[in-house]
């Protein structure tokens, strides 16, 4: 009799002790995507794009996808992966416009949406520190033409702008009748200046050239250019420059931010 209570007592501690390890060894499967990212903006590089976003908070959080259309309304293609808030599409060309979205995704494979928030870019080239001379002293090192990066002389058929000196010795960025150009004001730097204005043009055709300064300029054949002087001297000056190779994109830095209204295709994670 002992021997039977003894065994039905094993049995029960057995019993107990299995329920107790089955719950030890339930396993919470985590099936919740990450919020799509937000606060996406891009900067206009050389034959490049970079993209900028606000961090997502979940604790979970693995890393970010990018993706890119030809188009707003058009399929948006993987194009990488980051674990950062910024990624450099360096496959961009110059004057070719993409458009661009951004995904989250978790340690458990669990992606978002595309980013409500959809920017699109076109590149553009740029230059630094190139020298231009007082076109009475050195006429053929005076101008320059944005369209072939190069310095020219003040008086070609595509010679963009030029510096002329007074007789007071006051230093002047020119363009030509068929061109605009409009001081900007003091910038830290050249980026600062994000799209050309839509008026305010200079009617002489002129400004004076101050170090520091940032000029707008709209070019004969429909294209927008920026200067910011970097140096000004009694006989020359310094400049760096960018310009948009789309006729008349005024884009010179940051692209516009949109919304995606629906979503264009459904992502997987991709490594």
């Excluded at 007592?9 to 919740?32: G, M, P």
Aim: proline fraction near 4%; hydrophobic fraction near 35%; aromatic fraction near 12%.
């Amino acid at each position: 009799m002992k021997s039977h209570i003894l065994l039905i007592i094993l049995s029960f501690l057995i019993t107990a002790s299995a329920c107790d390890n089955h719950r030890d060894t339930v396993v919470y499967v985590d099936d919740i995507a990450p919020l799509p990212p937000v606060g996406i903006v891009s900067i206009s590089l050389d034959n490049a794009v970079e993209l900028q976003w606000i961090a997502n908070q979940e604790i979970d959080l693995d890393g970010y996808s990018v993706f890119v259309s030809d188009r707003y309304s058009g399929v948006y293609e993987y194009l990488g992966s980051t674990r950062g808030t910024s990624f450099v599409d360096r496959g961009a060309r110059n004057g070719v416009t993409a458009y661009y979205a951004v995904s989250a995704y978790d340690f458990d494979g669990n992606e978002s949406d595309l980013s409500r928030d959809v920017v699109y870019d076109t590149p553009r080239p740029e230059g630094r520190d190139v020298g231009l001379t007082d076109r009475f002293i050195m006429p053929l090192r005076s101008g320059y033409d944005f369209s072939e990066y190069s310095i020219v002389h003040f008086d070609t058929d595509f010679t963009d702008f030029f510096l002329e000196y007074t007789a007071e010795g006051r230093p002047y960025l020119v363009v030509w009748d068929d061109s605009e150009i409009q001081d900007m004001g003091y910038t830290a730097n050249l980026d600062e200046i994000s799209t050309a204005p839509e008026k305010g043009w200079n009617p002489t055709g002129d400004a004076l050239a101050v170090r520091g300064h940032t000029y707008v300029m709209k070019t004969f054949d429909g294209h927008y250019a920026k200067v910011r002087l970097v140096d000004v001297g009694t006989t020359g000056i310094v400049f760096d420059w960018a310009y948009q190779v789309a006729r008349g994109n005024p884009e010179l830095l940051r692209a516009q931010q949109r919304s995606l209204q629906k979503r264009h295709r459904s992502v997987t994670r991709r490594h």
